[in-house]
């Protein structure tokens, strides 16, 4: 009998079953698509078994079975637990490691807990390298099904510089995937955001080889990220159908799946400002309805001697606003949702494995170590430190691009951002005096307690 099962082994099903494999567990997979059972056979061993119909593959599996699946969301995953509910006993452990619709999850909780079963909607992170040296684990759902499981995925979770798995339980209902749909909301900030920069070096001159360098050396300093570290290899990447680089061969129209879409969704809901997270998923849909005639940005001075620099500086500002924006996404919807989520353990799952790590994280996971209920993560010493520090040199690189022509939807949205949060004369009092001009909407008062109402038209 087997201690794990995985349902779906496509590639990141197939490398979770390997890496749980190689940690010492035994495992069964099973797929309704008989050649990705045919390709796990391959690597068949007493810990590794291969199973051919649903019933094998329960039958195959130690009570209380802990089964993950990992399929395409959505639809596939309700016909996966249509699938497995008969075959299931009270107790037994469900976990759902695509990445499904929050909502979805939250549905499936309850629909299962019905049968007494389990369901853990956990995040998965780190694509397919990932899945099989030590992804970033999101598992949000019952703790105690979680403890029940935790042994088998902080073996094969990624392990933080300090050597910590990340992989700590997130919450309660569809927390897991909740978190999840925040990172991705982060990562798509954060690669438009790099964009932004690669646009701006391209148009001060630099080859693709120099900006190649350029992020390479910004890894090795504060943008210790594995975004930036990937951008440096996909600029220094030889096409193999032309000549030069690939990265000037491909289409620069983005596509997405959609994650990052449903964090603005409901960010809309709860009210969150998360503004450079919403410029980057618009980004993403301005690149499939752009013209693609017309006139390339160009600069029309010289390039300033600390350009590159400040871009540095820049980057590392805005990423540390597309953090703090999903973790006000996260504190607003532990409010909403009652989930009573605990920052340091999501800045630390975040710390390895998953896209969006970088050396930043360990800053936020002790900022909210020392302040679990700070409002904005620009409250800790460390961030309102790097805000002063680095603002001059966002505002240069803004001023460049807005002279060049160059858009910087995510860049200026992380300036906007940052003058506006610890600024205590925004203009709204001007929105609420129109509201109340043409609704009678009402307004507070700066100087007294109460509601208030003007009669605008009164005869004087
Ligand atoms: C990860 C990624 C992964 C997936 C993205 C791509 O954490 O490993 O986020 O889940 O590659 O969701 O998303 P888009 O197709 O929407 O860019």
Redesign the pocket.
């Known amino acids: 009998m087997q201690q794990f099962g995985v349902v779906g082994l496509a590639v990141m099903g197939k490398n979770l079953a390997l890496n749980i494999r190689n940690h010492g567990f035994s495992v069964s997979g099973f797929s309704i698509d008989r050649p990705e059972v045919d390709a796990l056979a391959k690597y068949e061993d007493e810990k590794l078994v291969p199973t051919y119909t649903w019933q094998e593959f329960v039958a195959s599996l130690v009570k209380p079975r802990k089964i993950l699946i990992m399929i395409k969301a959505g639809k596939p995953v309700d016909l996966t637990l249509a699938q497995l509910k008969p075959l299931l006993d009270a107790g037994d452990i469900i976990i759902d490691g695509g ?1 499904s619709n929050f909502h979805d999850t939250n549905r499936r909780v309850k629909a299962l807990a019905s049968a007494g079963i389990h369901f853990i909607g956990m ?5 397919e390298e ?1 899945a099989l040296n030590g ?2 684990l999101m598992p949000g759902g019952d703790e105690a099904a979680f403890k029940q499981v935790e042994p088998i995925l902080a073996a094969i979770a990624a392990k933080t510089p300090s050597g910590r798995p990340c992989v700590s339980y997130i919450g309660p209902e569809a927390s897991g995937h909740y978190v ?1 749909m925040v ?2 909301g982060i ?2 900030a954060i ?1 438009q955001e790099v964009s932004e920069v690669y646009d701006l070096l391209r148009v001060a001159g630099k080859s693709n080889q120099e900006m190649s360098k350029i992020f390479a050396n910004w890894y090795q300093g504060d943008l210790d990220a594995y975004l930036i570290e990937i951008t440096s290899k996909v600029l220094a990447q030889p096409d193999d159908l032309s000549s030069g680089e690939v990265i000037d061969r491909i289409l620069n129209v ?8 449903w964090m603005l969704e409901d960010g809309v809901a709860l009210g969150a400002p998360i503004s450079v997270i919403a410029e980057a998923v618009i980004g ?1 849909f301005m690149s499939k309805q752009t013209q693609r005639s017309g006139q390339a940005p160009q600069l029309t001075s010289d390039v300033p001697a600390d350009f590159v620099r400040n871009l540095e500086k820049a980057l590392n500002l805005a990423q540390a606003v597309a953090y703090a924006q999903g973790f006000q996404q996260l504190t607003l919807a532990a409010n909403a949702y009652n989930w009573g989520l605990r920052y340091p353990a999501i800045a630390q799952n975040w710390e390895a494995g ?3 790590r970088s050396g930043m994280l360990q800053e936020i996971e002790t900022a909210y170590a020392d302040q679990p209920k700070m409002g904005l993560l620009f409250e800790a010493p460390y961030f309102a430190q790097l805000m002063n520090t680095n603002l001059p040199a966002l505002k240069q690189v803004i001023a460049l691009a807005m002279s060049a022509g160059v858009p910087t939807p995510t860049l200026s949205a992380t300036l906007n951002y940052l003058e506006s949060i610890f600024n205590p004369k925004l203009p709204a009092n001007m929105i609420q005096g129109q509201r109340d001009y043409f609704g009678a909407h009402t307004y507070l008062r700066n100087d007294r307690e109460g509601t208030f109402h003007t009669e605008w038209y009164a005869e004087k």
Do not use: F, L
């Open positions: 990445n995040g998965v992170s780190g694509g990932g992804p970033a999840k990172h991705n990562e798509y690669m983005a596509s997405y799946k959609g994650t990052g879409n993403r998953c896209i969006i």
